[in-house]
Every structure is written in C-alpha cells, then in structure tokens.
C-alpha cells in the first residue's frame, strides 16, 4: 500500500453541558510511503452553531498538504 487516509466525522454531538455542535471531524493518513512525514493527524475541526448564514461557524486546526508526484 503506497497511500491511505481516513476522515470521521461525528454529527450532532451533544456535550454533558447541553452544548450541541454540528459536526466534530478529523482527518488522518495512515501510510504514505512518498511522505511518511505527513501520517497522523492532519485536520480536527468542529462545527459550532451560530447566527451565520450557514447556520454554523467551523474551527479548524491543522491542514491538508497536498503533493504533486
């Protein structure tokens, strides 16, 4: 296997205080074998509600690094 990722990707999640968020995701590759630098965790972003026109604001940390080969 020269490459493999995975995205979760949890909607609706309720906290114990009553906070609800949209969605909680993250983004993780598994194997690289051209960029072993970059397995692990990449992305973890919530979803907050809010007045926006999307109905959400996201938060995220992390990002994608795409390579050409």
């Given at each position: 296997?020269?490459y493999?990722?995975i995205?979760?990707?949890?909607?609706?999640v309720?906290t114990d205080?009553?906070?609800?968020?949209?969605s909680i995701?993250?983004?993780?590759?598994?194997?690289?074998?051209k960029?072993?630098?970059?397995e692990?965790i990449g992305i973890?972003?919530?979803m907050?509600p809010?007045?926006?026109e999307?109905?959400?604001e996201e938060?995220t940390v992390?990002?994608?690094?795409i390579?050409?080969?």
């Amino acid at each position: 296997m020269t490459y493999s990722d995975i995205v979760i990707n949890i909607n609706d999640v309720e906290t114990d205080t009553g906070m609800t968020y949209e969605s909680i995701r993250y983004y993780q590759i598994r194997v690289d074998k051209k960029h072993p630098e970059r397995e692990g965790i990449g992305i973890f972003s919530l979803m907050i509600p809010s007045d926006k026109e999307k109905g959400y604001e996201e938060v995220t940390v992390g990002e994608i690094i795409i390579y050409y080969d």
